[in-house]
């Protein structure tokens, strides 16, 4: 996920996007994890690579870039020798979080039903 271009559909409907953002791989994960409070980039990685698969540092960087840029995310850099970067969830990125989290948490309570679901209509593809 890369830092949105203004220019690049955001006029035609520019809550697409942010739900995009909000919703992506990468999105999904540093919103939940950062529900816990502030991470450093590499506490935030280590976290994000126990739940799943590792994010690679690109990812993760452009990832938080974008959450900031739409005002879910706080970057928090400290003038010190070796440069402490924390990041945070605004509080409009604390209420997405808390929507991501519930669907997340929806979807592990429900993926039984799913799998069922899925295998029923394999099976009548089948038939």
């Keep these: 996920m890369a830092v949105s271009d203004p220019r690049a559909g955001e006029a035609m409907c ?3 996007l942010v739900l995009e ?3 992506s791989r990468w999105g999904v994960l540093v919103l939940i994890q950062l529900l816990d409070g502030p991470h450093r980039f ?3 990685r280590r976290a994000i690579g126990r ?3 590792g994010v690679s540092e690109k990812m993760l960087t452009q990832t938080l870039q974008t959450l900031e840029r739409d005002g879910l995310v706080h970057r928090d850099a400290k003038p010190v020798i070796p440069p402490r ?3 945070s969830l ?3 990125g604390r209420e997405a979080a808390e929507q991501v ?3 997340a948490e929806w979807t592990r309570d429900r993926m039984g039903d799913v799998e069922k679901a ?3 209509y394999d099976e009548a593809r089948q038939a």
């Design 14 to 16: 520019p809550y697409r």
């Design 21 to 23: 953002h909000v919703t």
């Design 42 to 44: 590499s506490e935030l």
């Design 51 to 53: 739940v799943g698969r």
């Design 85 to 87: 970067v924390d990041y």
């Design 90 to 92: 605004t509080v409009l």
């Design 101 to 103: 989290r519930a669907l």
């Design 118 to 120: 899925r295998l029923a």
